[in-house]
Antibody, heavy 115, light 112 residues
Framework: EVQLVESGGGLVQPGGSLRLSCSAS????????MHWVRQAPGKGLEYVSS????????YYADSLKGRFTISRDNSKNTLYLQMSSLRTEDTAIYYC????????WGQGTLVTVSS | DVVMTQSPLTLPVTLGQPASISCRSS???????????LSWFQQRPGQSPRRLIY???KRDSGVPDRFSGSGSGSDFTLKISRVEAEDVGVYYC?????????FGQGTKVEIK
């Protein structure tokens, strides 16, 4: 069974940084593209970023380029999202998603950007 | 970016009656391999999204057969043949043909 467990969320001040992690199990992590998707309170789903199976290729939502960095460690079965220069509008639940077709989703981790 | 437009945004339905959600893309979703990469996701209250349908009409394992997807080019539909109480939630379409991936705004299904 695919399991995705996000961590690293919390309260951060505007302008601050945070690194999210996603621990994956139940599948061969190094074979799959992975993604981050976020959802602001009471809002819809917003695509954030993707990374190829070997980590060589990354993709970002245009609005986030330069502030967020996706990475992965296939030896640790872990996906990361480094977020910097955080803004209040980055407040959201951040979901880790497995598979090219967004097959499976984690439970999410809440990031709150507030002073 | 490809814009995904869903309608209606809110769908009141009667238990046991059919429901239909439309999703239109601003560009064709036919990929270079000939496949159409359009998926549907269900998000029940308080839960993470769950994929129901991929490649327009392929149902995921465990998804009841009252859910069906159809469409072509840039016009797609998710149908629920007979709505049950557990179907309450928000439904999203997503295109996987172009980067970045994009989602529709979501359609909230509620019981009348």
């Amino acid at each position: 069974e695919v399991q995705l467990v996000e961590s690293g969320g919390g309260l951060v001040q505007p302008g601050g940084s945070l690194r999210l992690s996603c621990s994956a199990s139940g599948f061969t992590f190094s074979n799959y593209e992975m993604h981050w998707v976020r959802q602001a309170p009471g809002k819809g789903l917003e695509y954030v970023s993707s990374i190829s199976s070997n980590g060589d290729t990354t993709y970002y939502a245009d609005s986030l380029k330069g502030r967020f960095t996706i990475s992965r460690d296939n030896s640790k079965n872990t996906l990361y999202l480094q977020m910097s220069s955080l803004r209040t509008e980055d407040t959201a639940i951040y979901y880790c998603v497995h598979g090219y077709f967004f097959d499976n989703w984690g439970q999410g981790t809440l990031v709150t950007v507030s002073s | 970016d490809v814009v995904m437009t869903q309608s209606p945004l809110t769908l009141p339905v009667t238990l046991g009656q059919p429901a239909s959600i439309s999703c239109r893309s601003s560009q064709s979703l036919v990929y270079s391999d000939g496949h159409i990469y359009l998926s549907w996701f269900q998000q029940r209250p308080g839960q993470s999204p769950r994929r129901l349908i991929y490649k327009v009409s392929k149902r995921d394992s465990g998804v009841p057969d009252r859910f069906s997807g159809s469409g072509s080019g840039s016009d797609f539909t998710l149908k629920i043949s007979r709505v049950e109480a557990e179907d309450v939630g928000v439904y999203y379409c997503m295109q996987g043909a172009q980067r970045p991936r994009t989602f529709g705004q979501g359609t909230k299904v509620e019981i009348k």
